[in-house]
């Protein structure tokens, strides 16, 4: 499966469902057919439309789409997305909100790699920019990375958030989500080791796979079903020629959104299916409900295959950070040096991703943390994607995250030394 063949292949069939669609919609639209009072000609055109916009957006990077917020003062105020570190494999980006004063909680957010970008977590950035000044980790899609710019793993992403957390300096609250959270622990334990007066206020840590072992889910039940033989053999491919990161090998994002319909076959049909009936009546609109989630959904980027194989390989089959063995830079990487950080665990009833459990089995970890600074929190009834996203997010677990926040918040003791952005 290493070929370029195999990836320029799922490339090319994509390219021609988008181009399929968007004759299908030309074509039936012209107005002589408007004549012919046959429906095949509006549902031919609906067809189009849908097809074409779900095999192109497949390809796009989707906009955060926050372009303003309303201030205490009760005005507008402008949102400005700036880099403040750059590397080749993600940024460290600040939303910036004009004319306001620094806010009393700066919150980095660590988003997931996972297949979907940063934007994924759009709805949890934009509800907690009133309150914080927040700050996001934007991974890059590894199709678009040349291959001299290396490698990128399991401890390279640790290594990422090491740098962002120095850059922030000690008075920076970190979120994180589903599949950084094991990492995001282990950079707080390594900055705790390496240089403590770097180390974050609080981290809460919301529906990760700490623990793969502390509850089965399809997830960990494949984990433990393949080999990393099969694995390798099945999921990785070669870039294509069409992007600049020609004959990196990477676990394809359209390989995965096969996986992710795959799970939910009969759903996801029936959604296109309704679709298509509401644009030939007219009712379908740029910004409705089905196109909302699904112009994120279908929105995948790749990942380096040195990053998804070791991710399976060390967090989910030899558990490196359950067992607490898990090793950076050839330093092995003690959670039990975590002595002062806030440490809040969320998750969900019904997470079938990350399932309740997973992501708790982290307090466990933290042996010498005090207990006053452990805190956790179940959510009845909410999914994987609720409790960041969802109703359950807006109406008790955001509150809850900002006053966890607020109850840790204080003078740091020195800041550090802020790194220069580098690339």
Do not use: W
């Given at each position: 499966m290493k070929y370029m063949a195999t990836y320029d292949l799922m490339e090319t069939a994509r390219n021609t469902n988008e181009w399929l669609g968007a004759t299908a919609r030309a074509m039936a639209s012209y107005p002589v057919f408007a004549l012919s009072a046959n429906p095949l000609f509006q549902l031919t055109a609906a067809w189009g439309e849908v097809t074409e916009r779900t095999f192109s957006r497949m390809v796009t990077k989707p906009d955060w789409g926050i372009r303003s917020i309303v201030g205490a003062d009760g005005t507008d105020h402008l949102v400005d997305i700036t880099p403040v570190v750059e590397k080749d494999f993600g940024n460290l980006i600040k939303f910036s909100v004009r004319r306001r004063e620094k806010m009393a909680r700066q919150i980095l957010v660590v988003t997931p790699m996972s297949g979907h970008y940063a934007t994924l977590l759009r709805p949890t950035v934009a509800s907690l920019l009133p309150d914080a000044d927040v700050y996001v980790t934007d991974w890059h899609n590894a199709r678009d990375i040349p291959v001299s710019a290396g490698k990128f793993d399991v401890e390279d992403y640790v290594l990422y958030l090491v740098d962002f957390m120095r850059h922030l300096g000690p008075d920076t609250h970190v979120v994180a989500v589903?599949?950084?959270?094991?990492?995001?622990?282990?950079?707080?334990?390594?900055?705790?080791?390496?240089?403590?007066?770097?180390?974050?206020?609080?981290?809460?840590?919301?529906?990760?796979?700490?623990?793969?072992?502390?509850?089965?889910?399809?997830?960990?039940?494949?984990?433990?079903r393949v080999t990393m033989g099969q694995l390798e053999h099945m999921a990785i491919q070669r870039v294509g020629f069409k992007y600049k990161g020609a004959g990196r090998l990477v676990y394809p994002g359209l390989l995965q959104l096969a996986g992710f319909m795959s799970m939910n076959a009969e759903r996801h049909g029936k959604a296109f299916q309704e679709q298509v009936m509401r644009a030939a009546r007219g009712e379908a609109s740029d910004h409705d409900a089905h196109n909302r989630f699904y112009d994120e959904y279908l929105a995948v980027m790749d990942m380096t295959a040195e990053f998804y194989l070791s991710t399976v390989e060390r967090i989910f089959k030899n558990r490196e950070i359950a067992r607490n063995e898990?090793?950076?830079?050839?330093?092995?990487?003690?959670?039990?040096?975590?002595?002062?950080?806030?440490?809040?665990?969320?998750?969900?009833?019904?997470?079938?991703?990350?399932?309740?459990?997973?992501?708790?089995?982290?307090?466990?970890?933290?042996?010498?943390?005090?207990?006053?600074?452990?805190?956790?929190?179940?959510?009845?009834g909410a999914g994987h994607y609720g409790i960041f996203a969802g109703k359950s997010w807006r109406l008790n677990i955001r509150p809850l995250v900002l006053a966890f926040i607020d109850a840790n918040s204080g003078k740091p003791a020195k800041s550090p030394v802020k790194l220069a952005a580098s690339q």
């Open positions: 589903c599949q950084p959270v094991p990492l995001t622990l282990a950079a707080t334990a390594y900055l705790a080791a390496e240089d403590p007066e770097a180390q974050p206020r609080s981290l809460t840590l919301m529906g990760g796979p700490v623990d793969p072992d502390a509850a089965a889910t399809e997830v960990t039940d494949f984990g433990r898990f090793v950076v830079a050839g330093k092995k990487v003690d959670l039990g040096a975590i002595t002062r950080v806030a440490v809040k665990i969320v998750e969900g009833e019904k997470d079938d991703i990350s399932a309740p459990g997973q992501c708790l089995a982290a307090l466990r970890l933290l042996t010498n943390l005090p207990e006053d600074k452990k805190a956790s929190h179940l959510e009845p």
